[in-house]
């Protein structure tokens, strides 16, 4: 039988809105703080594109009244965590609904503020943020939607019972009775499963067909390599805070090794998983044997990561872009002038908030570097500077460097704000001869100028610990090649010389060769003074020709209206 197509597809979504959304953080406004970094910039981005392309998907998320935190960098390079308050009576409408979990048995109640997100055809999706700041709670209870991430690890399971359990029972008292799919975007919001189960007991299933009804209703996203990244609790600890929610019994059933594993538990529960890139796919099916793990690649949502400038280009020569980004293909169309006077407004912006915020004199017409991860070891963000005597001898030789950093480390990872503070110093040392800032609070905001106004964008995580990246898809979309190692998204977009360059070797077919910073960052050298620079500097044209393909070649894939259309095809309507 012929599959249906896309737009069948979405035309049964709009008839049935049966799409319920789950993400510990969601980012797509730096007024609302309720996000860390690329997990929740993601899920921005995906339920933006569902909008866009008017798919009913119904966000869930925690309110985190205090953020994740603001970040400060003092003189000596050294982080402070300052409080990111916000107010959600400004942004969103408070509903007139609760719920209630329980936490270490005490009956704990759930409000929800409503707020909508709007596509480019002016169709809304609602989105809910998940509020314990009650009268009825105590004070400790009222703290659970406080700080994201914030506290133990009892702090953070009591979250994750808010989000999950809470989640599903508040859209069914919002009246979303027939959800289809519940979508866990990580592992976060796995214990949905866990009241689904209870819910399915309630409408007579037969208890050995249980957790198949459930897994037919869940979809599970995972999005690191990295065991750290994957939330476990003690059994026994599991046992206490879920008190009066299930038995102790029922907890230990789905303990493993004697810990609730919040991956293992959303992956026995789901009948469709993902990585978040090709590579990503099959690094997780080796961590996780014996579950079938699919791969769709991620995306960054065109219309908003654009820059002013680049947006007015795409509106002239790409008319109907906005909402189909595959015409960005075209982009070769372009006159390469035009692309390249985009870029400079873009640049001349980021200077300016540069020198006003970082008080460092950038020049418009000097190469610009830029790199902004999470300040965590892994990502290496130090690799450049890891020689400063090097990148001296390449200015000389071919000619003048900026750098920009930012990111933040996490507030409980002693050795990320030491490489934080690595940075600065290295910065400091060579400032005479290349000018370089490290700029605080990296948030969507500054993301936007940042990753568009830079002429190259930099990425150094070690093979295979990069699950996917997304901030240099948001680089591609304004034109701004990338100098990555291959791993994550970058194996796929990468094309040598023609939408950026690579670091280090190229992956092998099942071997996984474990970087090497040395040989590295001595590929990144020979690069940089060989290649690329020389490629700036003398062949203005060529530059150009680079910076199309970036466009045509990535800008017009890896983009969030693809990836939500694959989730449609292979997760929603499978």
């Known amino acids: 039988m012929k599959p249906p197509s896309i737009d069948h597809d979405l035309a049964l979504l709009k008839k049935e809105p049966q799409i319920a959304y789950f993400s510990m953080e969601i980012g797509f406004d730096s007024r609302i703080p309720t996000y860390s970094g690329g997990l929740g910039v993601l899920a921005g981005d995906t339920l933006r594109a569902c909008a866009d392309l008017e798919v009913p998907i119904v966000g869930v998320t925690l309110l985190n009244k205090k953020g994740y935190f603001r970040q400060g960098i003092d003189s000596d390079g050294n982080q402070r965590e300052l409080p990111a308050d916000w107010n959600a009576t400004e942004f969103m409408q408070l509903k007139g609904v609760q719920v209630s979990v329980f936490i270490e048995g005490r009956e704990v109640w759930i409000r929800a503020w409503e707020y909508f997100i709007v596509g480019v055809t002016g169709y809304q999706v609602p989105l809910y943020f998940l509020d314990t700041h009650l009268s009825s709670n105590s004070p400790e209870d009222q703290e659970i939607t406080s700080h994201l991430y914030g506290g133990d690890s009892c702090y953070r399971l009591t979250q994750e019972v808010v989000l999950g359990i809470g989640g599903v029972r508040l859209l069914r008292a919002l009246g979303y009775l027939q959800i289809r799919k519940f979508h866990m975007n990580e592992g976060h919001a796995a214990l949905l499963t866990l009241d689904l189960l209870a819910q399915e007991r309630e409408h007579g299933t037969m208890e050995s067909k249980l957790v198949e009804a459930v897994r037919r209703k869940c979809v599970f996203t995972t999005h690191t390599p990295i065991p750290a990244g994957?939330?476990?609790?003690?059994?026994?600890?599991?046992?206490?805070?879920?008190?009066?929610?299930?038995?102790?019994?029922?907890?230990?059933?789905?303990?493993?090794?004697?810990?609730?594993?919040?991956?293992?538990?959303?992956?026995?529960?789901?009948?469709?998983?993902?990585?978040?890139?090709?590579?990503h796919g099959e690094v997780s099916r080796g961590m996780f044997p014996g579950f079938a793990i699919d791969s769709i690649t991620n995306g960054v949502r065109s219309v908003f990561w654009a820059s002013d400038p680049m947006k007015q280009v795409f509106d002239q020569y790409l008319s109907g872009w906005r909402n189909d980004p595959f015409l960005l293909r075209n982009a070769l169309l372009i006159p390469l002038d035009e692309i390249q006077k985009a870029h400079q407004?873009?640049?001349?912006?980021?200077?300016?908030?540069?020198?006003?915020?970082?008080?460092?004199?950038?020049?418009?017409?000097?190469?610009?570097?830029?790199?902004?991860?999470?300040?965590?070891?892994?990502?290496?963000g130090d690799?450049?500077?890891r020689e400063p005597a090097k990148l001296l001898e390449i200015i000389d030789k071919v000619g003048p460097l900026q750098l920009v950093y930012a990111g933040k480390a996490h507030p409980n990872d002693p050795s990320g704000k030491e490489l934080l503070k690595r940075i600065i110093h290295v910065m400091r040392s060579i400032q005479e001869k290349i000018p370089s800032v490290y700029l605080a609070n990296y948030d969507v905001s500054l993301a936007k100028v940042l990753t568009a106004g830079v002429d190259l964008w930099l990425n150094t995580p070690r093979r295979p610990q990069e699950a996917s990246g997304t901030s240099g898809m948001k680089a591609s979309l304004n034109g701004v090649p990338n100098f990555s190692v291959l791993d994550g998204w970058w194996i796929e977009g990468h094309i040598e010389g023609v939408t950026g360059w690579s670091i280090g070797p190229k992956p092998k077919m099942g071997v996984e060769e474990p970087s090497d910073d040395a040989k590295d960052a001595e590929d990144l050298y020979h690069k940089l003074r060989n290649i690329i620079l020389p490629l700036f500097y003398n062949d203005p044209a060529g530059w150009d020709r680079v910076m199309h393909h970036a466009i045509a070649i990535n800008g017009s894939f890896f983009n969030s209206h693809r990836m939500v259309y694959q989730y449609v095809l292979r997760a929603y309507f499978s």
């Open 230 to 279: 994957h939330d476990r609790f003690p059994a026994q600890l599991a046992c206490s805070v879920l008190k009066g929610n299930f038995s102790d019994q029922e907890i230990l059933r789905i303990c493993h090794d004697g810990e609730l594993n919040m991956t293992h538990l959303a992956l026995d529960h789901s009948e469709y998983v993902n990585g978040v890139a090709k590579k």
């Open 345 to 380: 407004q873009t640049k001349k912006e980021l200077i300016e908030y540069i020198k006003h915020n970082g008080g460092v004199g950038f020049k418009e017409d000097v190469f610009t570097i830029g790199f902004a991860r999470r300040a965590a070891t892994y990502k290496r």
């Open 383 to 385: 690799l450049i500077l």
